[in-house]
């Protein structure tokens, strides 16, 4: 199935020129392409990937982390794919992954794959901070019961998506900062697709990229937004736009 189907691999990158080589090397060779968007760098990710042969896309002002997503999830849609996979370029997770992730899509069993880091317990070994850990336990419990889902985690950078899913979800009404991944992702659960999960194991170093306590903080108030956003909707309170079926949807341009 999976030779039938066009898999693109999408790297969101800001400052990732000393891990990037690293990450592509464990690229496995059936993804048919690897779009990397570099978020205005400060170092050389752009020429590495250029070197590399990758497909590279430059924004000319820092657009943040879920503007990074759009393009990225745009991109991959105009050049075919059927599945994409979002992995970050900074090596803090392994691709070596994506075939179980790829596999649980073009089975046809699920719609979204979540590499996440809580299943078998390696996120503290695999250096994640403690306070980060308790506060990933904490948001991921009480989303789970605002939009009544059971998922281990709503804030792994590692997921893929079918093509349906991407075309399908207003992407465009999702915040331009981290919140994004959590955004998506209740907008999963609302819009009834299926979510899978893989043990996945993490890796915290110098040079992976980590968001400081402040945004850490705004984050987490953003997640619980969008929690109770849903959980409002489901109660006919409010209609937010990044929940409704006629909100802003990534569309490639068509020839």
């Known amino acids: 199935m999976v030779g039938k189907s066009r898999i693109v691999v999408v790297m969101p990158a800001y400052n990732a020129a000393k891990t990037l080589e690293r ?99 390696g996120a503290l070994t695999g250096g994640m901070p403690l306070y980060k850990y308790v506060a990933n336990r904490f948001l991921t419990a009480v989303e789970n019961l605002l939009i009544g889902a059971k998922l281990s985690e709503y804030h792994t950078g590692y997921r893929a998506f079918s093509r349906q899913v991407l075309e399908t979800l207003p992407l465009g009404e999702n915040g331009d900062d981290f919140v994004f991944d959590n955004q998506m992702l209740v907008q999963v659960v609302q819009f009834g697709f299926r979510i899978a999960e893989v043990t996945c194991p993490t890796l915290y170093f110098e040079e992976a990229s980590s968001i400081n306590f402040k945004r ?20 006919g309170v409010a209609d937010p736009a990044f929940l409704s079926a006629q909100g802003q949807k990534l569309e490639p341009p068509r020839d």
């Open 216 to 235: 850490s903080v705004v984050y987490g108030l953003g997640v619980l937004g969008a929690g109770l956003q849903f959980r409002l909707k489901k109660l």
């Open 23 to 121: 990450t592509v090397s464990e690229v496995p060779d059936f993804v048919d392409e690897i779009i990397v968007v570099d978020d205005r760098s400060t170092d050389d990710t752009v020429e590495v990937a250029r070197r590399l042969g990758l497909h590279t896309i430059r924004h000319e002002q820092n657009r943040g982390y879920g503007g990074n997503q759009k393009t990225c999830y745009l991109e991959a849609l105009r050049r075919g794919a059927d599945v994409v996979v979002m992995v970050h370029p900074d090596y803090q997770y392994t691709p070596k992954l994506i075939p179980a992730l790829v596999h649980t899509i073009t089975s046809g069993l699920y719609d979204v794959a979540l590499g996440s880091r809580i299943l078998g317990g």
